[in-house]
């Protein structure tokens, strides 16, 4: 068997099975430890509500690049090229005039 790596520490139970699922939608195998700890999170500091997921070796650097697409949303706004809009990066869509993002 092979070993299991931590691949990334989400914020929460929510973001980590988020990530959980776009990952085992691409054909990953992840594994979550410290979900159960929400139940005492007026107790906990927030770092010990931090959620870990982890991934065999194996699929480690390929798992990575996923998740570095997932970091890297919502840092770079964009401007629409029809109306001059700017835009958040989530948005695929011009919000003002609706216009596609340019790649």
Same mark, same amino acid.
């Given at each position: 068997?092979?070993?299991?790596?931590?691949?990334?520490?989400?914020?929460?139970?929510?973001?980590?099975?988020?990530?959980?699922?776009?990952?085992?939608?691409?054909?990953?195998?992840?594994?979550?430890?410290?979900?159960?700890?929400?139940?005492?999170?007026?107790?906990?500091?927030?770092?010990?509500?931090?959620?870990?997921?982890?991934?065999?070796?194996?699929?480690?650097?390929?798992?990575?690049?996923?998740?570095?697409?997932? =970091?890297? !949303? *919502?840092?770079?706004?964009?401007? +629409?090229? $029809? &109306? /001059? =809009?700017? !835009? *958040?990066?989530?948005?695929?869509? +011009?919000? $003002? &005039? /609706?216009?596609?993002?340019?790649?």
């Amino acid at each position: 068997m092979s070993a299991l790596m931590r691949l990334y520490q989400a914020a929460n139970a929510l973001e980590a099975n988020l990530l959980k699922g776009m990952l085992q939608a691409e054909g990953f195998d992840i594994q979550l430890r410290g979900e159960n700890l929400a139940g005492a999170a007026g107790e906990l500091p927030l770092s010990v509500q931090q959620v870990d997921l982890f991934i065999v070796e194996k699929d480690y650097q390929d798992a990575l690049r996923l998740l570095s697409r997932y =970091e890297g !949303n *919502g840092k770079t706004e964009w401007f +629409c090229h $029809q &109306c /001059g =809009e700017k !835009n *958040g990066s989530n948005f695929e869509l +011009c919000w $003002q &005039c /609706g216009q596609p993002k340019s790649e």
